[in-house]
């Protein structure tokens, strides 16, 4: 089954969205893999960032990210990377559909609430680099 990376960024979780974003995967019937409240060290931040390296605003990101706890997690189901990436909305909150969580909660592209895969090659490589093997549980619904 398809698995990918969503982060709450720290402008999300000071704003009290995480129990907001959380139940929007879970109501569209996704399946919970992984999840933790976590500060987030220059080096994860520069390796997460990597592709964006040569940008302007690179320095920035890796600030920000770095600021304030950040609520990282795995979500598992049917094509789940892309859908994860059209609940999001587009990058820029203002270009954003309402509806989308960055549509109805973001304020800059900047400070756009929540990271996710943009591919599977990006989702195995983000997974990989914010959990290890042992924190990805499986679990069947019996209720
Ligand atoms: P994210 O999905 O986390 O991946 C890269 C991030 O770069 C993106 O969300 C935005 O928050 C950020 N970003 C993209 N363009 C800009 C920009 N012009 N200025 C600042 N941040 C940006």
Redesign the pocket.
Known sequence: MEKTFIMV?PDGVQRGLIGEIVSRFEKKGYQLVSAKLMAVSKELAEQH?AE?KE?P?FG??VDFITSSPVFAMVWEGTNVIATARQMMGK??PTEALPGTIRGDYGVS??M?II??S?SPESAEREIALWFGDEELLSYEKTV
């Open positions: 960024k960032y964006h940008r605003f920035e990101l990058t820029n592209v900047g756009n990271h996710g943009d």
